[in-house]
């Protein structure tokens, strides 16, 4: 073989494995990921997920949906040594559930570009969206068309509690993370990949009146400085949303 063939034959295979070398590397920060595609930066705040991705076009987030909180539900747990707590919220009318705090198996996949929809659908029972500690939302209904009224006196000393499989959750404002995130702060994301934010902004308490037929407006917040549709809680009844998701749903398992 001739010394010119060799010498080209030997740069077109290192070459070659130069470009697959740096095709097929993938980062392990948590904030990247296959193919490096960066995690949008308001999804970096959901500090509660096992793991978080990008999927094509949509962002996917797992959990286990166990809060980093304590709770008089963790009674009886694996947990119960460090997360168990007494009642001690302001509810004279509290009642516990018999159920109890369970890890669960939750993927969320969410649109990574949100967009309103053009028949929107309405939120199923379960999980219908992801907090900031992993913990799903669920919507403002105990069961089919069934308002909170009594259910609301099982919630905990942070307005979750778990429902028969173990599967701990919010329906209205988590308290936990509005003290320690702030009112007006980024709570999570519904499926439809519009976020969610506390009762204030700029300032000013939301109330119903304030928001849409799905509990939510368009304005500017400091994760979104071009402005984004966006729900917020209130203090009263539908809490998080309203007729349904804003924009077109992905999809949840658990």
Same mark, same amino acid.
Request: proline fraction near 7%.
């Given at each position: 073989?001739?010394?010119?063939?060799?010498?080209?034959?030997?740069?077109?295979?290192?070459?070659?494995?130069?470009?697959?070398?740096?095709? =097929?590397?993938?980062?392990?920060?948590?904030?990247?990921? =296959?193919?490096?595609?960066?995690?949008?930066?308001?999804?970096?705040?959901?500090?509660?997920?096992?793991?978080?991705?990008?999927?094509?076009?949509?962002?996917?987030?797992?959990?286990?949906?166990?809060?980093?909180?304590?709770?008089?539900?963790?009674?009886?747990?694996?947990?119960?040594? =460090?997360?168990?707590?007494?009642?001690?919220?302001?509810?004279?009318?509290?009642?516990?559930?018999?159920?109890?705090?369970?890890?669960?198996?939750?993927?969320?996949?969410?649109?990574?570009?949100?967009?309103?929809?053009?028949?929107?659908?309405? =939120?199923?029972?379960?999980?219908?969206?992801?907090?900031?500690?992993?913990?799903?939302?669920?919507?403002?209904?105990?069961?089919?068309?069934?308002?909170?009224?009594?259910?609301?006196?099982?919630?905990?000393?942070?307005?979750?509690?778990?429902?028969?499989?173990?599967?701990?959750?919010?329906?209205?404002?988590?308290?936990?993370?509005?003290?320690?995130?702030?009112?007006?702060?980024?709570?999570?994301?519904?499926?439809?990949?519009?976020?969610?934010?506390?009762?204030?902004?700029?300032?000013?308490?939301?109330?119903?009146?304030?928001?849409?037929?799905?509990?939510?407006?368009?304005?500017?917040?400091?994760?979104?400085?071009?402005?984004?549709?966006?729900?917020?809680?209130?203090?009263?009844?539908?809490?998080?949303?309203?007729?349904?998701?804003?924009?077109?749903?992905?999809?949840?398992?658990?």
């Amino acid at each position: 073989m001739k010394k010119g063939f060799l010498l080209v034959g030997l740069c077109s295979i290192v070459l070659f494995l130069s470009v697959c070398k740096k095709d =097929t590397t993938t980062s392990t920060t948590s904030t990247t990921t =296959t193919n490096t595609v960066s995690i949008p930066a308001p999804y970096q705040k959901i500090y509660g997920a096992t793991d978080i991705y990008v999927d094509g076009s949509y962002i996917v987030i797992k959990t286990t949906g166990v809060p980093d909180h304590k709770s008089p539900y963790f009674q009886g747990t694996q947990w119960s040594s =460090t997360k168990y707590e007494a009642y001690n919220g302001t509810n004279a009318n509290w009642s516990q559930n018999p159920n109890k705090i369970a890890s669960q198996n939750i993927v969320f996949k969410i649109p990574l570009t949100p967009t309103a929809s053009s028949n929107p659908a309405a =939120t199923p029972l379960g999980p219908i969206g992801v907090s900031l500690n992993g913990v799903p939302f669920y919507n403002q209904y105990a069961g089919p068309n069934q308002p909170l009224t009594t259910e609301i006196n099982s919630f905990d000393q942070y307005n979750g509690h778990p429902q028969q499989m173990g599967g701990y959750h919010y329906h209205v404002e988590p308290l936990y993370l509005t003290a320690n995130k702030g009112d007006s702060a980024l709570l999570g994301f519904l499926l439809d990949g519009y976020p969610v934010y506390g009762p204030v902004e700029h300032g000013v308490t939301i109330t119903n009146s304030n928001l849409d037929a799905y509990h939510g407006h368009t304005s500017l917040t400091a994760d979104y400085p071009s402005g984004i549709y966006h729900y917020h809680i209130t203090s009263a009844d539908p809490y998080i949303n309203g007729s349904g998701f804003y924009g077109n749903a992905g999809t949840v398992t658990f």
